[in-house]
């Protein structure tokens, strides 16, 4: 949250009442903003709908998100950086009515016995995961556990890079619509993205491959990073494992380090410092949890935008509360589209 704007304008939740109608039903294509014409007008005007009849978009405070998009704008696309969690964040929520599979989830390792093993690990660690009752720090060591076990059955299974290609060309995911203009976009205007994930750095940047066709040279990925041997097999896992619970650790300094092939040589972003001069932040998740991605740095203005997929009515409150931007039920990444040319815009 930019704390300088925190302190000159609280946010006043009464605010989010007045721009939004509740439903009474989960059906939010009625409810959200179309029920209101001031605030879908409002929506309209600071650039964030999808397109102008789009209602899955609440803004809880659009005075404070008006306020912010102008301080990045005078600013300038110089000292922005955005900084984007991968699954159901990137990638859509469902695919024709399935749940998409995330980065660790697709992968099939070409050896069933060890495919069930990671899988039997998952029925034990998950539920684990979502415990109210398991204090944080015992929860987080349970999942470095559960991670470091499923990648030490990817290098006793003998994962290779063959395998990883397959298993991405079968996968049952998708990116959201709109995120190759998105990067696009971003990459035009030198602005760098980080995407942080737990999830596996190599079956990411193979998904950018196979499913975007292309590479951006202003794209670093944050992830679990994998060593194959000349044969292609896997030998080990690099630097620091990154869990569910750690991720946003030191999100930023662990940027610096990783080495990725998406045009690292050419990149735009050299080093830690580089990314730390771009003090204001456009954040895109999926979970309340994500908002810590951006823990590591001192930013003056952030604008988080939360993907609300699934549970909206359960969930609306408190994720209205978290990010500036909330969209609904699996949006479309065009709202963020054309909220960073207004950013970007002089
Ligand atoms: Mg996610």
Redesign the pocket.
Known sequence: MSHRLRNIIPVRWSNICKHRCFPATIDSRVWCCRNSNRGQLEMEQLGVCASNSSPDIVVGDPELLEKKIAAIRLAGPEKLQVIA?????LTTYWINGRRGQSCHGLLQQGNPKYDIKRQELKEYYHPLEFNPTIPLDEKAKLMEEWWEKAHALLIEGGLTYDAIKKSVDNATIAFREGVVELFEFLEEKEVPVLIFSAGLADVIEELLRQKLHRSFKNVKIVSNRMVFNLSGQLVSFKGKTIHSLNKNEHALDMAAPVHDRLGDANGLIDDTASVKKRTNVLLL???IG?LRMSDGLNYETRISVGFLNHNVADSLDSYCKAFDVVYLNDAPMRGVVNLVSQLCSI
Do not use: R, Y
């Not at 969690?85 to 964040?89: L, S």
């Open positions: 969690d991968f699954d159901a964040t998740g999926d979970h994500d």
